[in-house]
């Protein structure tokens, strides 16, 4: 697993993104409009190493915004499965193949853990939502998770992850 700097996430400015409610999280389902991207970072397998790695996978963050009034700013962070190396051009049916569960992401389990709870001295999850890749994904029936956090002050401690 080895992080390069293919990028997958373009584009994506000006798309809503609808995340369900979640009980046991507490929160209300909302919709975020992805304002800009701030980075990109894909880390990527071989098909030699797929069964003990994690899958293939991009991880992006994005500044955003609730819709409607007063509309909140916010960090998006959107994980999405990507085709293992060598196989980016592959057919689409070929490449759903490597569908997966969503993968486990330390950020994801942390960030609902922390929600779940209640712990006040870290970023709020605002919105949580895994959805499946449709089949113009890039892995049609792969994972793509959605975070959504509340923006604090102060300075990010590495602007490549955070």
Request: hydrophobic share 35%; with cysteine; proline share 6%.
């Amino acid at each position: 697993m080895i992080g390069n700097s293919q990028l997958f996430l373009f584009g994506l400015e000006g798309t809503e993104i609808n995340l369900p409610s979640s009980d046991s999280l507490q929160i209300r389902g909302n919709t975020w409009v992805i304002d800009k991207k701030l980075n990109e970072v894909s880390c990527s397998t071989t098909r030699e190493n797929l069964d003990r790695a994690a899958p293939s996978y991009t991880m992006g963050k994005f500044s955003c915004h609730q819709t409607g009034a007063p509309p909140e700013s916010a960090f998006m962070r959107i994980y999405a499965q990507v085709p293992i190396d060598e196989t980016q051009f592959l057919r689409p049916e070929i490449r759903a193949t490597q569908a997966v569960p969503p993968y486990r992401h330390g950020e994801v389990m942390a960030l609902k853990r922390f929600k779940e709870g209640g712990c006040t001295v870290v970023p709020e999850l605002l919105g949580y939502g895994e959805l499946v890749q449709d089949r113009y994904g890039l892995v049609s029936g792969g994972y793509i998770i959605y975070l959504v956090w509340k923006k604090v002050p102060g300075e990010s401690l590495s602007r490549q992850f955070f």
